[in-house]
C-alpha cells in the first residue's frame, strides 16, 4: 500500500508538466483552458438560482445585482497606459501610451446589503471607456468599453465552478456550512480561504486588489493587481456607521485625490500557475507584477442622488473586452452567460434600458 502510494508520488512528478483532468493525461500549454463536461448546467443552475435570490431580496423596491449589490459610489477616473512599455506588454489596451476616461465602482462581495462594519470582501469594478476595435460579446460587439473586475483577496476562495454552484446552492437553499463541513466532500482549505479574505477595510481607495482569474495577454495569460500609490486616509473614524466606506471615500476625495498602479502577472508555468482553478495563487516569486498602467481619480463629489442612480444602473462583466484580453478559465467562461443573464433581468425588472457610457459626463 504504502509503495504503491509512493510509486504513483513518483509517477506524478515525473510527468512535471502534465496535468489529469477528467482522468486523462493532458499536456498543458501556457494560457491553455480545459473546459469540464458539467460546466454549462452548473452555470445555468447558478443563474436560476441567483435569480431566484434576487426575486426573493428584491420582491418591493428595486432590484439591485444578485452579488456585490452594495456600492460605496461610482467615482470619475483616468487610466493611463505607460509609455515605454516593453514589446511584451505592448499588447491590446495597453499597445500605445494612451490616456482612457472611466467609471470605477467601488463595491461590498456581500450577496446581502449590509454594514460596511461587516467583515468582507470588497470589490473594485474598471469601465475603461473609449477602447477602439471589436469586443467579445456578440450582442454588444460594437460597444467602446473594456472593463476590470477585481477583489481584495489575491485568490478567490471557491476556484472551479462546480464547487461554486454547490455554495451558491447550500447558501440559498440551506446554509453555507452545508457546503463547508459537508461529511462526503470537506471543504476546509476553502473555509479557511473565506475566514482570511473577509476583512474589515479601513478605505476602499486604500486596499490591493487582484483578478484572481487569468485573461489572455495577446497570446500569454496574465493576471492583473492594482495597489494604491496615493497619500489615502488610513485611519478608521470614530464611531463608524453602517456606511463608513463611503463616507471615507467622499472625505477624501473632497481635497485630495487617489491613484493606483495597474499590473499584470505573466503565466510562466501552466501547472503551478493554473488557468481553471482561481483559487490557487500564481507565486510572485515566479513571476512578478509588471506596472502597465496607471489609474488617476481626482479630488470630486461623486454621491449626488443622480450619479448614485448612474452607478446602480451599470453593468460591469470581464467579458466587456477586446479579444487581446479575453477571460480564462472556468469561472471567467461561467460569467459571461451568469453576468449578461442577471444584468438583463434587474435591468427590465427596474425598467431600465442597458446600455455602455460612452464619457464621464452625466
Ligand atoms: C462563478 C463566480 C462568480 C459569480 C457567480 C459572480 C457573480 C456576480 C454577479 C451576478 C454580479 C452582478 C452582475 C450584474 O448584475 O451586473 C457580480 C458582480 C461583481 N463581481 Fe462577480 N461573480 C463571480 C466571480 C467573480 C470574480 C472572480 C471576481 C473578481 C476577481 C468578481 C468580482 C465582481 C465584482 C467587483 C462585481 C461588481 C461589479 C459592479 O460593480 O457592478 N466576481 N458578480
Same mark, same amino acid.
Given at each position: ?12 512528478? !515525473? ?78 489596451? =495597453? ?102 479574505? !473577509? ?58 485625490? !487617489? ?56 453593468? =460591469? ?16 467562461? !461561467? ?28
Amino acid at each position: 500500500m504504502i509503495y504503491s502510494g509512493i510509486l504513483m508520488m513518483l509517477y506524478l512528478i !515525473a510527468l512535471n508538466g502534465e496535468n489529469m483532468i477528467d482522468n486523462k493525461m493532458e499536456k498543458l500549454e501556457i494560457a491553455q483552458e480545459h473546459v469540464y463536461q458539467d460546466e454549462n448546467t452548473n452555470i445555468q443552475n447558478i443563474i436560476k438560482l441567483l435569480k431566484k435570490k434576487m426575486d426573493k431580496d428584491y420582491s418591493t423596491g428595486i432590484m439591485r445585482r444578485g452579488a456585490h449589490p452594495k456600492h460605496h459610489g461610482c467615482v470619475k477616473a483616468e487610466f493611463i497606459v505607460e509609455t515605454n512599455l516593453s514589446d511584451e506588454l505592448r499588447v491590446g489596451i =495597453f499597445k500605445e501610451a494612451s490616456k482612457y476616461p472611466a467609471w470605477i465602482r467601488f463595491s461590498n462581495g456581500s450577496g446581502e446589503v449590509q454594514s460596511d462594519l461587516k467583515k468582507d470582501i470588497r470589490g473594485i469594478a474598471i469601465k475603461v471607456m473609449n477602447v477602439e476595435g471589436k469586443k467579445l460579446l456578440e450582442d454588444e460587439i460594437d460597444e467602446k468599453t473594456q472593463d476590470f473586475l477585481l477583489l481584495s483577496y489575491p485568490v478567490l476562495p471557491i476556484g472551479i465552478v462546480s464547487d461554486f454552484y454547490k455554495l451558491i446552492d447550500a447558501a440559498i437553499n440551506k446554509h453555507p456550512l452545508w457546503f463547508f463541513l459537508n461529511p462526503f466532500s470537506l471543504h476546509l482549505r476553502e473555509i479557511k480561504l473565506f475566514i482570511d479574505a !473577509a476583512r474589515q477595510h479601513t478605505n476602499p481607495l486604500d486596499i490591493p486588489y487582484w483578478s484572481t482569474t487569468p485573461y489572455m495577454f495577446g497570446t500569454k495569460a496574465v493576471k492583473y493587481s492594482i495597489k494604491p500609490t496615493s497619500n489615502n486616509l488610513k485611519e478608521m473614524p470614530v464611531n463608524p456607521s453602517g456606511n463608513y466606506l463611503c463616507e471615507i471615500m467622499k472625505q477624501q476625495l473632497k481635497e485630495t485625490e !487617489a491613484s493606483f498602479d495597474f499590473m499584470v502577472q505573466f503565466q510562466t508555468n501552466p501547472v503551478e500557475m493554473p488557468i481553471e482553478d482561481a483559487s490557487i495563487l500564481w507565486d510572485e516569486s515566479h513571476s512578478s507584477f509588471q506596472k502597465v498602467a496607471t489609474i488617476k481619480i481626482p479630488p470630486q463629489q461623486f454621491d449626488s442622488e443622480k450619479q448614485m442612480d448612474f452607478c446602480e444602473n451599470l453593468s =460591469f462583466t470581464p467579458w466587456h473586452s477586446l479579444p487581446e484580453h479575453k477571460p480564462l478559465g472556468g469561472i471567467n467562461r !461561467a460569467r459571461k452567460e451568469i453576468y449578461r443573464e442577471l444584468s438583463k433581468y434587474r435591468h427590465q425588472k427596474n425598467n431600465i434600458s442597458r446600455k455602455e457610457p460612452t464619457k464621464c459626463e452625466l
